[in-house]
């Protein structure tokens, strides 16, 4: 029933030629599809419903990555809504959960999560750097960097891994484009210049271990999602298709 209803919204909003028209206007997300995906709850779906989401599980959300996957909607889901949420509910005390998660779960908020260093994405060779509440360094690719409010920066503070809350507002950040096959998902490259940063409080090595064993679940239905789609797209072709007034299949 949960695919089905977000299936139903991505067949009227996330179509070929609408998907056609974001990419000749150059735009970077559907706004417009984010706020009904918003208002149908399912930016919150694995936040608890204290904090304003619907409360589910993991295995609801896979079914909603795996149609977002189908029909390529042009949303943040995954930065935000995968990676930024499940970063907050790992790693953030409560008083950060209370802060940002209802904003997230509503739509308010888009987050974006700073992890990569160019080639390398390694926890314990982060160079951006975390000092006295300031972060310094580059992180790049940051997809949806361009849209979001709120970024979860990976960075080293005294040799250890730590994770921070970043306003994307803040001074000291310089956004640059990068070049991307993906015309639907902007990447960015972020430098940090004596930027305020918001410390999170648990242990980040821990939290980014099952931060990334749930994100790659996710990204997984995703991607079977967008195979699936290819299979479809194609069957649908070989149908149509007539060879010498035959059809091809």
Known sequence: ??????????????HPDALRKLIDAGAEWDEGLWREVAAMGFLGATIPEEYGGLGMGRSDLAVLSEVLGRKAGSLPFFSSAVLATEAILLAGSEEQKAEYLPKLASGELIGAFAYAEGDHAEIAKQSVAFDGGRLSGSKYPVADAGIAELYIVIAED???????????????????????FDELRAHYR???????????SNDAAVALDTLFDRATVQSAFEAVGGSDACISMARDYALDRKIFGRSLA
């Open 158 to 180: 005294k040799g250890e891994p730590v994770m921070t809350l970043v306003d994307a507002k803040a001074a000291g950040i310089t956004k640059t484009k990068l070049e991307s």
């Open 190 to 200: 972020l430098d940090f210049d004596d930027t305020p940063a918001e410390l999170m």
């Open 1 to 14: 029933m949960l695919a089905e209803q977000a299936g139903r919204l991505l067949d009227e909003r996330a």
